[in-house]
C-alpha cells in the first residue's frame, strides 16, 4: 500500500490501462494481493459455497474495491468476493481503483468489511485494534469514524485481553460476548473450563452468581496463604477475609469486642522483639 497520496498511474491490465479513482475496470485476478490489514480470517463455507455458485452462474456483480501497489494491487475491499470468484474460475474481476495512506485505506477496509459482512467479535476488535495504530487515534475516533458507540468499542477490544481458552471459544462463536467476559474473570483454568462450557445454557444472573462464587474461593485461598505466615496466623485466625487485592486484604468483624481483640494482638506482635525478623517474608 503507499504511504502518501501520489499522482494519478496508468498500469496495464492485459486488455486495457486503469487509473485510479475510474468507475470500474476488470482487472486481472492474479494481480490482485491480499490486505495484509484484512479483518475477515475465516469465511462459512456455506456462505463461500453459495457466492461461489452465484459467481458462476451470473458473474461477479459487485466490484471488488482495490488500490495500486508496486506493479500490482492490493485488495481494500471484498475478500469473500474474491475468494469466491477464483473458486468460480474467474481470471478477471470487475474492480474499483482507491488511492490513499495506509491509515486511509485501512479505515476504508474496516468500514466496508463491517458494513457489509458479518465478523467475529474477535475479528471486529482486531480491526478496531489496527485501525488505532495505524491512524493514531484513541477509542472515541474510532466510534466516531465507524459510527458505534465507544462503549461498544471499548467492549470489543477488551475482548483481546480475556484469556486463551475463552478467546478461542469466542473466536469459533461457541460462547457469547457477555459470557466470555463473564467467564474470563475467573483465573483458575479448570473453573474457567467448566463455566464456559455450559455459561450459554445458563441464566446470565446464575452465570455471575456461579462466577462470584468461583472467584471467591480463589481469594479466600489467597487470604489463607497469606495468613499463615507466622507473624500473622494467631492474629487473623477463623478471621473472613472479605476481600483480596494484591498485597490487601479488607477483613470485617462480627462487632467492635472482635475488632478490639484482634487490635490487641498486632500490638503484642508489634512490641515482641522478633516482630521485624517475623513479619520478612522470603
Partial sequence: MSTSKKSPTLLATGNEQVRPNDAAKHIPIGLIDPNPHQPRHEIAHETLAELTESIQAKGLLEPLVVC??????????????????????????PCIIRDGTDAELLELAIL?????????????????????QVAGIDQKSVAQRVKKAESIISQRLSLLALPKDIFDLLAQGRISIRAALEVGRVSD?????????????????????????ATEQKRRKKYEKRAAHPAFKDIFAGL???????????????DEDEFIAALRKIIKRYDSENWEQEVTLD
Fill in 112 to 132: 466496508e468489511n463491517i458494513q457489509r459482512t458479518d465478523l467475529t467479535p474477535i475479528e471486529e476488535a482486531e480491526s478496531y485494534k489496527r485501525l488505532m
Fill in 189 to 213: 483454568g479448570k473453573r474457567r473450563e467448566r463455566l464456559a462450557s455450559k455459561a450459554d445454557r445458563l441464566d446470565f444472573e446464575d452465570l455471575q452468581a456461579r462466577v462470584q462464587r
Fill in 68 to 93: 495500486l501497489g508496486d506493479g500490482r494491487f492490493v485488495l481494500i475491499a471484498g475478500y469473500r468476493r474474491l475468494t469466491a470468484s477464483r473458486l468460480a474460475g474467474l481470471t478477471e474481476a
Fill in 240 to 254: 473472613p477475609a472479605k476481600r483480596v487485592y494484591k498485597d490487601e486484604v479488607t477483613f470485617v468483624f462480627k
